[in-house]
T-cell receptor, first 113, second 111 residues
Framework: AQSVTQLDSQVPVFEEAPVELRCNYSSSVSVYLFWYVQYPNQGLQLLLKYLSGSTLVESINGFEAEFNKSQTSFHLRKPSVHISDTAEYFCAVSDPSYQKVTFGTGTKLQVIP | NAGVTQTPKFQVLKTGQSMTLQCAQDMNHNSMYWYRQDPGMGLRLIYYSASEGTTDKGEVPNGYNVSRLNKREFSLRLESAAPSQTSVYFC??????????FGPGTRLTVL
């Protein structure tokens, strides 16, 4: 069985400050890892994904995440946040042999002007 | 290319009423999913369909039924709605690697 833990339910941060949203997973096999973003009253959108290869993956809007197999983590970082980054962020894990994805409980990022 | 569409966007039901939530995708994906989202609980899988003609239970299937009508459409039915089914429902579809594409959601309130 696989699981995802997002320890922080809410993260307030000032505009232009750096942020890290934490994600830890457990799985008995190799995994695919994802971060999704949900803006208010919308569905989830894929932010970035790790399938294989380089452990550092980046999104088009400045977020990055690093796959750390020894610590079973996939933390999301951004060096300087903007008001428009205010949203809820979900970490997710899947076993490549299955057609199911397990989501974390989400972290609400609140960017303060 | 509309992606994943869901109808209706909002619905209010009385306890015991039935309804069907509709979902369609135009991306030729094999897999489709129904989730519910409740505060503090993330997304929980209700049912999924790995391919046309197959459906399987997810984490919270009780009180729901699904139909994979064809490759494009995957509907979710509540036969006798209960207040505990008040939630936001999301449909998603997936090509390879389990990357999921989500619809805009249906906000359901059961009184």
């Amino acid at each position: 069985a696989q699981s995802v833990t997002q320890l922080d339910s809410q993260v307030p941060v000032f505009e232009e400050a750096p942020v890290e949203l934490r994600c830890n997973y457990s799985s008995s096999v190799s995994v695919y890892l994802f971060w999704y973003v949900q803006y208010p009253n919308q569905g989830l959108q894929l932010l970035l994904k790790y399938l294989s290869g380089s452990t550092l993956v980046e999104s088009i809007n400045g977020f990055e995440a690093e796959f750390n197999k020894s610590q079973t983590s996939f933390h999301l970082r951004k060096p300087s946040v903007h008001i428009s980054d205010t949203a809820e962020y979900f970490c997710a894990v899947s076993d490549p042999s299955y057609q199911k994805v397990t989501f974390g409980t989400g972290t609400k990022l609140q960017v303060i002007p | 290319n509309a992606g994943v569409t869901q109808t209706p966007k909002f619905q209010v039901l009385k306890t015991g009423q039935s309804m069907t939530l509709q979902c369609a995708q135009d991306m030729n994906h094999n897999s489709m999913y129904w989730y519910r989202q409740d505060p503090g609980m993330g997304l929980r899988l209700i049912y999924y369909s790995a391919s046309e003609g197959t459906t399987d239970k997810g984490e919270v299937p009780n009180g729901y039924n699904v139909s994979r009508l064809n490759k494009r459409e995957f509907s979710l039915r509540l036969e006798s709605a209960a207040p505990s089914q008040t939630s936001v429902y999301f449909c998603a579809s997936s090509p390879v690697y389990n990357e999921q594409f989500f619809g805009p959601g249906t906000r359901l309130t059961v009184l």
